[in-house]
């Protein structure tokens, strides 16, 4: 009963002790709902702070993987440049297909995906593709590039392309050409390159790969090695203190076959080098591209 201190009517109404607990359990369980949604909201308010800044540090991290992509960018297309140089100059074809990036499904991908959702460009995954076609498109080139230079590689083990004196101190005391007899004071031909450490027993290894076919002693040239490569080249190796091989033994470039003496007509310890061609005796130095010293 509610008894009004007006004279307005008394209010009258009944329950059950059913009916007050399934108030209570209402009331309670409202409560409990407002606290309980209320810790929800302000957890979510915390959590979408924390997705906030996770947010600008990953499109920091997208603007620096930017920059990064347009230098890799910039880089391929100098790459690209110097590779079209350098096929031109070794009479390479350069194939130009248009090769399907194969990045459209990955990870890569994925992620500048979600940078053109985020700001509608799509100019990296352009990049990021057409860097991917530059790459797949040079693999062929390059191939036919390292094929090359094996041949190449092959060649010079089988001409005579390195020093004959295997020392620091090794230089050329002799160039060839006309010059004065040392001994007999007339002008000749000096036929080779003679080599000098200033002392005897330093190493002479062989020039090319080759096979001997002479070693012997010889009144003017001393001991002598003669080795004959391929594409119908000779050397020969004079005035040795000693020699390291035997005739009919196969040797490889820069292995060593001997040290610089001072036998036979010499004047001092050296080794004298000489290039045949067939018949022809030619200056050493036009293969192994040396410093003439005077």
């Not at 307005?8 to 309980?36: E, H, P, R």
């Not at 702070?49 to 620096?64: I, K, V, Y």
């Not at 350069?94 to 995906?113: K, M």
């Not at 036919?144 to 020392?167: C, D, H, R, Y």
């Amino acid at each position: 009963m509610i008894v009004p201190h007006s004279q307005s009517k008394v209010i009258n109404f009944q329950t059950n002790i059913f009916s007050l607990m399934l108030g209570a359990i209402i009331i309670v369980g409202l409560v409990s709902s407002f606290l309980y949604f209320n810790r929800r909201s302000l957890s979510a308010n915390s959590e979408i702070l924390s997705l906030q800044n996770q947010n600008r540090e990953t499109l920091a991290s997208l603007d620096e993987l930017r920059d990064e992509n347009a230098n890799l960018f910039q880089a391929a297309k100098r790459f690209q440049a110097s590779l079209s140089q350098s096929l031109s100059i070794l009479g390479i074809s350069e194939t130009t297909s248009n090769v399907p990036s194969t990045l459209s499904n990955s990870d890569l991908s994925a992620l500048f995906n979600t940078r053109e959702i985020v700001d509608g460009s799509a100019r990296e995954v352009t990049d990021i593709k057409e860097l991917t076609s530059y790459l797949e498109n040079a693999v062929q080139p390059i191939e036919q590039i390292g094929k090359m230079l094996e041949t190449q590689q092959n060649l010079f083990t089988e001409i005579p392309s390195i020093w004959p004196v295997k020392a620091a101190n090794a230089h050329i005391s002799q160039a060839f050409g006309p010059t004065v007899h040392a001994i007999k004071g007339y002008w000749y031909i000096h036929k080779g390159l003679d080599f000098s450490t200033w002392r005897s027993g330093d190493p002479i290894v062989a020039t090319a790969s080759g096979q001997v076919v002479n070693v012997g002693y010889d009144a003017s040239f001393g001991n002598f090695v003669i080795i004959k490569h391929k594409h119908g080249i000779y050397t020969r190796y004079a005035h040795m203190n000693t020699t390291r091989v035997t005739r009919g033994e196969t040797v490889s470039q820069g292995q060593v076959i001997g040290t610089i003496g001072n036998t036979g007509l010499s004047t001092g310890p050296h080794l004298h080098y000489e290039v045949h061609i067939g018949s022809d005796v030619v200056d050493p130095a036009k293969y192994i591209n040396v410093k003439l010293y005077k």
